[in-house]
């Protein structure tokens, strides 16, 4: 059996459908069910996000899917063979007006990833003081408790919303395919054919 997991936030639509074009039957995938049997042979694991690096590194899953966000964060010691050409996003500095702070200033800074966000910020001539926050991360530099945040932007819809702009973009994000070392070796088979699946489906990128 194959276990596969799949990340229940922004990338499990480009995911399903990057499996789809794979040639994967969905037909009776449901998104209510955290474990299910899909076909013969296959189980997927629904998880959040942050969680899904630990089950594939630890080898509950053999393969899943997560964005390159998470793992930069998470730094997970994962094999990154591929990603999707679906679901790509970027991470922003962003804030209510389209200024980088001055030269010497020191700005206070909202994230939902404070380890990343310190390499991506580092090197800047201002200083920067990361607030972590765990979501809704616009709210920082809105109501002052951040000068700016650093955050997803995919469609700029939520900042247009929110009167915010985007300062500087800081790293391109796309779902990405990951594989542990010891599943790897265990399903090298199915985890290739799988992943020339995807390759010739053109879901790739
Ligand atoms: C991100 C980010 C924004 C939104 C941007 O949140 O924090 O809120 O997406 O997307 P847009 O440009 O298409 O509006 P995400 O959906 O990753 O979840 P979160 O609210 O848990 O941070």
């Known amino acids: ?7 229940k936030g922004r990338n499990l639509e480009p995911v ?16 209510g069910k955290l ?3 899909l076909v013969a042979g296959v189980e997927l694991l629904l998880l959040k996000d942050w969680d899904l690096p630990l089950y594939v590194e630890q080898g509950i899953a053999d393969v899943g899917f997560v964005g390159t966000d998470v793992l930069a964060e998470l730094g997970a010691d994962l094999l990154q063979p591929a ?6 996003c970027r991470m ?14 020191q700005v206070r800074v909202a994230t939902k990833y404070p380890a990343w966000s310190k390499r991506l910020l580092a090197d800047r001539p201002w200083g920067v003081e990361l607030v972590t926050l765990s979501g809704s991360v616009e709210l920082g ?29 800081l790293a391109e994000i796309a779902p990405c395919v ?10 090298r088979g199915e985890l290739l054919e799988l992943l020339e699946r ?8």
């Open 1 to 7: 059996v194959i276990r596969i997991a799949l990340p």
């Open 16 to 31: 399903l459908g990057a499996l789809a074009a794979g040639g994967l039957d969905l037909s009776s995938f449901d998104p």
């Open 35 to 37: 474990r299910q049997e």
């Open 83 to 88: 990603r999707l050409a679906a679901g790509h």
């Open 92 to 105: 922003c500095l962003i804030g209510t007006a389209a200024e980088l702070p001055r030269e010497g200033e």
């Open 141 to 169: 530099p809105l109501l002052q408790l951040a000068d700016l945040a650093v955050d997803i932007v995919q469609t700029g819809r939520t900042l247009r919303e929110h009167g915010l702009v985007e300062i500087a973009e």
């Open 178 to 187: 990951v594989m542990g070392k010891a599943s790897f070796h265990h399903h």
């Open 198 to 205: 995807l390759d010739e489906a053109g879901v790739l990128s």
